[in-house]
C-alpha cells in the first residue's frame, strides 16, 4: 500500500477508534471523497436492515449503524475502486461489523449484508463484486472461502401465506470451499469442505 493510502487508512481508524458518532462519520465520508449529508441526516434516518424484524430484535449500536452505512456508501465513491485503498478500507471496517472476520479478507466492491454481527469469516476468504449475504439466520464462513460475482446467501424465507411469517436457518461454507459466480445458497445449507 503506498504511504498515502497508508496514512489517510490510518487518519480514518484514529477517528473511529475514538468513538463513531454521526459527525465522525461524515468526517470520515468527507475523506472518502463524500459528503452531502449532515451529521443531523444521520442521525435521524434509518438504515432499510433496521425496518427488518432482525434490525428491531438486536437491533445496531450507534457505532455499528454508522458503519453500515460507511460500507454501503463508500461503493458509491470513485475511491472504492483504487484497490490499494479500498481492500485494506473494508478489511478494516469488516473487523469492527462482523462476528468474526480472519486475516487476509479480500472484498470487491458492491458486496452488500444485513447483519455484520450475524457473520463470521474466516482467514484468506475472497467476495468477488456484487455478493449479498442475507446473515438475518447466521452465516459462517470458513477458512480459504471464494465467493464469485453475484453469488446470494439466504439464510431466512417467508411462509407461503404471510410475508410477515418468517423462518431463519444458518448457513456454513467449510474451509476451502469455492462458489461459482450466480450461484444460490438457500437456508439451512451446508457447503461442504473443498466443495
Known amino acids: 500500500m503506498s504511504d498515502h493510502f497508508a496514512a489517510k487508512l ?14 465522525a462519520t461524515v468526517r470520515v465520508l468527507e475523506m472518502l471523497g463524500g459528503g452531502g449529508i449532515s451529521a443531523a441526516d444521520l442521525e435521524h434516518g434509518i438504515l432499510y436492515s433496521e425496518t427488518l424484524p432482525k434490525g428491531r430484535e438486536p ?3 450507534p457505532e455499528q449503524r454508522h458503519l453500515h452505512f460507511l460500507w454501503d456508501a463508500f461503493d458509491k465513491l470513485p475511491l472504492c475502486l483504487l484497490v490499494p485503498f479500498s481492500i485494506p478500507f473494508r478489511r478494516m471496517l469488516a473487523g469492527r461489523l462482523f462476528a468474526r472476520r480472519g486475516e487476509a479478507f479480500v472484498c470487491e466492491e458492491n458486496v452488500r449484508f444485513n447483519f455484520g454481527q450475524f457473520l463470521g469469516v474466516g482467514c484468506n476468504v475472497f467476495f468477488n463484486r456484487g455478493v449479498f449475504l ?7 464462513i470458513g477458512e480459504a472461502v471464494a465467493l464469485a460475482e ?3 446467501v439466504f439464510t431466512h424465507g ?3 401465506a404471510s410475508h410477515m411469517e ?3 436457518a444458518k448457513v456454513v461454507i467449510e474451509d476451502h470451499a469455492k462458489i461459482y459466480a450466480g450461484a444460490v445458497i438457500m437456508p439451512g445449507v451446508r457447503v461442504g469442505r473443498e466443495a
Do not use: N, P, Q, W
Open 166 to 168: 418468517r423462518s431463519y
Open 59 to 61: 437491533g445496531f449500536s
Open 134 to 140: 442475507g446473515t438475518k439466520g447466521g452465516l459462517e
Open 158 to 160: 417467508h411462509s407461503e
Open 150 to 152: 453475484d453469488v446470494r
Open 10 to 23: 490510518r487518519r480514518i481508524e484514529e477517528i473511529i477508534d475514538a468513538g463513531l458518532d454521526a459527525a
